[in-house]
């Protein structure tokens, strides 16, 4: 059977998708060059990992991994129920947000549905809004020279919606430009949207973010019953490689997501670590410090470089280099993970994660002789 009969098999919305491109790993670059002195700033990770807590409950496991894992994940969703004051009827566990958002997609849409993104927007919401066979509509990003460039216009998202639309989806803050909506702008959007149309509020980044007029969004998910609130435990939680993500909404979406999740997600050492890592209060404490001053050395290079930046508020910064893939394919040269951005129609930004200052200093070093020659 020839390669275009396999595509032909394939479901419509899946076949003129792109695979998602993650950040480089440190192997491949090790294999590449064949140089060992590599820091990965690429994919927004915890630069000071998991909590000890979390290192010390998944040895304890190792022994039980030949068990399978509570598939409902009573402990991790008692300790969630408990942190965010919500019922335990409220909660959608999954190995990592991205699979809850898969889940959404599989819920409520399909051919002759829409989804509603922003420019700009987290790749995962398009690919598995197409994957489903759904429309998906874009809308403009509020333009360079705007207070909040770069970052979701609620506005020109509320004006795509119409009869066809299933789900709208949110990135609070949004990876990749680290912008963000206040609480009074996503209310307001809220109190507009119709009832039968699924909000998604993805807060991947919402430990970072100490705005005074952001809001948390499990509050919200108290008050609007369309409303799907993500977080993980990928980011600032340092579990990444573990994959554990949730979703907050009302009990009947709720209901119907827990319906086509797989059994046994997430796996049992990463229920334990979530468990653990949301007890370790100062260590996200720490890990938020060091985001903080981090920040504060970057955007100070990158001033004193004369390059543009969008203002974050999450652990990572977007910068216009000029050109993002030939900067790229320089930094790796001196070992050196960044993330280009031209997948997302920003061939000039490169995505840099905040690491420790040791790291960013790297990247500063590295950055200065690459833009000088």
Do not use: W
Request: with cysteine.
């Amino acid at each position: 059977m020839s390669d275009k009969r396999f595509i032909d098999l394939a479901v419509e919305g899946v076949r003129d998708l792109a695979p998602y491109q993650a950040g480089k790993p440190i192997s491949e670059l090790q294999r590449e060059l064949g140089i060992d002195d590599i820091i990965k700033l690429a994919s927004n990770e915890n630069p000071l990992g998991p909590s000890p807590k979390v290192i010390e409950v998944v040895k304890q496991l190792a022994d039980d991994v030949g068990l399978y894992p509570d598939g409902n994940g009573f402990d991790l969703k008692r300790r969630l129920a408990e942190f965010h004051e919500l019922p335990l009827q409220q909660i959608t566990l999954g190995s990592g947000s991205d699979h809850i958002l898969e889940l959404i997609a599989r819920v409520f849409l399909g051919e002759g549905r829409s989804a509603i993104i922003s420019q700009y927007a987290f790749a995962i919401y398009a690919i598995v809004s197409k994957a489903a066979g759904a429309t998906l509509r874009v809308a403009n990003a509020f333009p360079e020279g705007h207070e909040k460039a770069y970052g979701h216009d609620l506005d020109a998202m509320f004006a795509l919606i119409d009869e066809t639309t299933r789900v709208v989806f949110i990135a609070n803050p949004n990876n990749p430009t680290g912008t963000y909506a206040s609480g009074q702008e996503l209310k307001a959007f809220m109190d507009r949207v119709p009832k039968d149309v699924v909000v998604v509020l993805d807060e991947a980044y919402t430990e970072y973010v100490d705005a005074e007029d952001y809001t948390d969004g499990s509050e919200l998910v108290k008050q609007y019953d369309n409303l799907i609130l993500l977080r993980t435990f990928s980011k600032a939680y340092g579990l990444a490689g573990l994959r554990v993500g949730y979703a907050l909404s009302n009990p009947v979406i709720t209901d119907l997501l827990n319906r086509v999740r797989l059994a046994f997600n997430p796996n049992l050492l990463a229920q334990a670590a979530a468990v653990a890592a949301l007890a370790d209060r100062e260590h996200m404490e720490r890990t938020v410090a060091l985001n903080r001053e981090g920040m504060q050395q970057m955007q100070a290079a990158y001033e004193a470089l004369g390059l543009k930046y969008i203002p974050s508020v999450c652990n990572f910064i977007t910068v216009d280099v000029g050109d993002g893939k030939a900067v790229f394919d320089a930094l790796l040269a001196q070992g050196v993970i960044t993330r280009p951005l031209a997948p997302y129609g920003m061939p000039k930004h490169l995505r840099i994660s905040i690491g420790t200052h040791e790291e960013n200093q790297r990247l500063i070093t590295a950055l200065r002789k690459v833009l000088a020659r």
